[in-house]
Each structure stands twice: as C-alpha cells, then as structure tokens.
C-alpha cells in the first residue's frame, strides 16, 4: 500500500526536545502514520536531504484576530513556518464587542484591526465567521480581559456594580464557546484600571475551564518584579496556568536585571504554581503610542484623551505624572525620545521617523501628545531592551518563543514577518544561544501543551500533519524598522493539515487553516 506523502530524508525534530535524526515522515490524509528510517512508497515524494522537517511551528503570542477575515489571503506566518497562532493577547479581543463599547474605544484599537471593520459580535459568532473565512493558517483565539471590561464597564476606572459578574459570565460564555485562555493587557486602558482582585475573578473563570491565564503585565520596567509577583498570584489565588507574555527586562536602568523575571519563574514553580513565558528575539518592542502617556489620560474613553492633551496645563499635569517614576505612569520614563519611531498614524509624514526628530526644535512630549491626540491608535518600535538580556531570557527553558506581531500592513515591527526564522537564522546558527532541538521545542511543544492544542505540537505518528521544512543553512529573516516585510529566507515547504500550502518557499494562496478548540478540561487530564 502507497501513502500520500512521504517527507524524504530530512533530519527529522519531533519538537519535544530530542536530538534530530534521519528518518521519513509519512503522511496519510491530514495525520502523520509514520516516522520512519525504512524506505516508504508513497503517491508524492517530498526531497527533504539536507533540511530540517519539524512540527510547524506555534506562535503563542499573535495579534491576528482580524487578519484572516480579510479577501486576500495572509500568508506572512506560513512563510515563517507557523501553522497555527493564538490570537487575542495582551487583553485585546474583537470579540465579545458591543456597539457602546465600539463607540468608547474610539480608533484605540486601530493598529490592530487589520483594516477590517470592528463590529458587535459574540465570541462564538467570531469563531463561526473565522472559520467560514477559513483562515490561511490555523488559528486559536484568547478572550481579552480589556475587551471584557470595556463591554462590561466602559472606560472607567471604578467598576460598576455588577460588572465583574458581568465580566465573569461573559468570559465563562467564551470559554464555553472555545476561547483558548483569558488575556490580559496591564497597560492598556481599560484593562489597566483592574487591580488584582477583579484579575483573580476572572482567571478563576478560566481555570475552571482548565484553560491559562495569559499576561502582558503591569510593568516590565522598574516595577517588573512586582508585575510579575502579582501574575503568579493570580495563579496561585486562581488555579490558572500563567503566561507572562514577551518576557523582557525594559528600561536602560534595570538592562542586566533579568534575574527579577527568570529567578521568580523558577520559584513559582517550584512552589507549584505552573507559570512560564514567551519571547520575541528583538531589543526593540513596538506598542500604540499612547501607552506613553498614564493611564489616567484616557479615562472616559477617547473624546476625554483628546482633550486631557488639547490643554496645556491638563498636558502639564501629566506630564509630571510620567516623569515621577511612580508605578502605572506610562512608558514615557522608561525611554527617550530617539528610542521611539511611529511606524503607524494618519499624518503620514511622521511614518518611520523618531519622536525626537518629529520634534526637532520643540518639546518631545508636547510633540507626543499632539501625535496621540490626531490619532489615538498611532503605532511605535521602541528600543526597550539589551541584547544580553534577550539572550539570557532566550536561554531560559520556561521561555517559549512568540512574535507579539502585528497585522502584515505597513511599517510594522519585523517581527510580524521574521520572528521565527530569525531565531532560527541568528540565534542558533550564527550565535549558538540555543540548539536546533530547543529552539524547536520553543516554538512547538511548549504552546501546544500550554494551550491545550491538542493533537499539534510533535511530530510524532498520530499527531496533526502541521509540519514546517527549512533549510538550517539558509534560514532567517532580514527585515529592519524601515524595511520590516521581506521574505524570510530557507523556509521550503510548509503543510497544513496534509496539504502542502508552502511550496519552494512560496505560497500556494490556498486558505486551509482551522479554528481551533482546546481540548476540554477533561480530555487534558494527564497530558499538562
Ligand atoms: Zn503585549
């Protein structure tokens, strides 16, 4: 009897760690029969000699949520390898949304909207559209502890009466409908405005689905030990698995300090809370231009921003509030004005330049406030980070690998386009931080068993066909600030549930991605 596919050849990584070895990979339908060194025949043969054949990779930490309902296909995460991403982090979901809270957000949430319109929708609705859009790559979705308090509670900072219930019924109504975990955005507005309590609420809800609690914490500059005692609380308190998202050490002063993130992790765990992390290689991060400011400049929703900026002493007032270093006052301390490029806003004639050419002669932070109030959803790359860090954090083995990328339009982040093969590219191959078979366990096994994909994740007969191919040699990706959506190179073919949907490295076009639905509480006994 013939297979479908065989992969032929290649130096084989089951994506749990161990050392790759020569063997074929036989397909049959949408699963992987054999790993095999024997000769099998097979209807399609695949030349893997030389490459790597791994399980396609998982991006844990995606902002893609719009991405795949767009006409066009999306192919920017095949081309890295990625067969499946988890949408929804940093407490942005699109969905549950309602009109009211629409209205509130105002063109906040812009930068991550992929041009497609943001309109009410319940979460189960959302999954059914994505799936009647069929997505280009599989896609797992989180539900936003931001979005939930925005429907719940507007842009307040006081919760209203009944809202945590609200909020809570509402992320167990998602949970229920397939969402893959809670996020959470520490400081984003309205998210930020959460103290503990109301965080331990709703990752109860979580918990009790058996899903994680993901986080992009209060602080990951001065403050970060504390953000990350709060996170793991919430874990102990809640039940919940905990994800720090895009670990880092930000802000010149505390560069060499990773030890405040690693050394916690460590100890959590020992004490038996399953907490960890993900990762993007990169010292400069990228974020809406807004999260400068301090929260409390956008308390009331958009229309209060863009007065709060308009005035000059309201302006002053915040400022004062920035530079006093006190916690949950904005990025603006942790920075300077040449760190900061705006790679989205309306005015295109500010697109890839820094914040302190933009100002030139006149004040920085007037500057700034005048680019937020013409365009609250304004996007920025900020240097935040020491390239030691980034490898000592890389080193961790709590610590998977996730892009945080944006939508594939403009002037992103590289990010979005390069963030796999550049660990692959540079951290391995060049600069040895990592070996094949943990750089792959990073960015496979790790988010699969994290968030509950069952099924993906290994290259292991039985599992899902997800498979990525590259060349070791040839892998990585040169995309810079200014010119960040080049192609990565070496990335040969890519399968998608058994179907070859990356050929020679490019694309087929065709859209055969899956919503997927973690596995239940029940069916993950023993398997996390
Ligand atoms: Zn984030």
Known sequence: ????????????????????????VVVEGDHIVEVTSHRTSALRVIDCQDLVVAPGFIDPHAHSDLVHLAAEPAPFKLEQGVTTEIVGNCGFSFAPMTAAA??????????????????PRGFGEFLAELEAARPTNNVAALVGHGTLRAVANGVDQELRPGALEEMRR?????????????????????????????????????????????????????????????????????????????????????????????????????????????????????????ALLPPVASEGGVEKLRA??????????????????APATGLWNSLLPGDVRVVRHSDRRVLGRTLSDIAGADDAWDTMCALVRDDPGALIVLELMSEDDVQTIMRDPLVAIGSDNGPPLGLQHPRTWGCFPRVLGRYV????????????????SIAARRFGLAGRGALLPGMVADIAVFDPQRIGHEGTPLRPDVRPTGMQTVLLSGTVVLRDGEPTGERHGRVLRPASVWDLAGTT
């Open 1 to 24: 009897m013939s297979a479908d596919l065989v992969l032929r050849g290649g130096i084989v990584h089951d994506g749990l760690g161990s050392p790759g070895r020569r063997a074929d």
């Open 102 to 119: 629409i209205e509130l957000l105002g063109g906040a949430w812009d930068e991550l909207s992929a041009e497609q319109p943001v309109r």
């Open 170 to 290: 509402l992320a167990g109504e998602a949970l229920a409908a397939g969402a893959a975990g809670l996020s959470s955005g520490l400081i984003y507005v309205p998210g930020t405005y959460s103290d503990t309590d109301e965080l331990v609420a709703l990752a109860e809800v979580a918990a009790a689905h058996g899903r994680p609690y993901t986080t992009h914490m209060r602080d990951e500059a001065d403050y970060l030990a504390d953000a990350l005692d709060e996170a793991i609380a919430i874990g102990r308190r809640s039940g919940a698995r905990v994800q720090g998202s895009h670990c880092k050490v930000a802000g010149r002063r505390n560069h060499g300090n990773t030890a405040a993130l690693l050394d916690r992790l460590v100890a959590a765990r020992v004490e038996g809370i399953d907490v960890a992390g993900d990762q993007y290689p990169y010292t400069a991060g990228s974020t809406v231009l807004a």
């Open 308 to 325: 709060r900026l308009a005035g000059v002493e309201s302006r002053a007032k915040l400022r004062r509030l920035a530079e006093s270093g």
């Open 429 to 444: 191959r060049e600069l040895n931080v990592l070996g094949w078979e943990e750089a792959i366990r990073k960015m496979t």
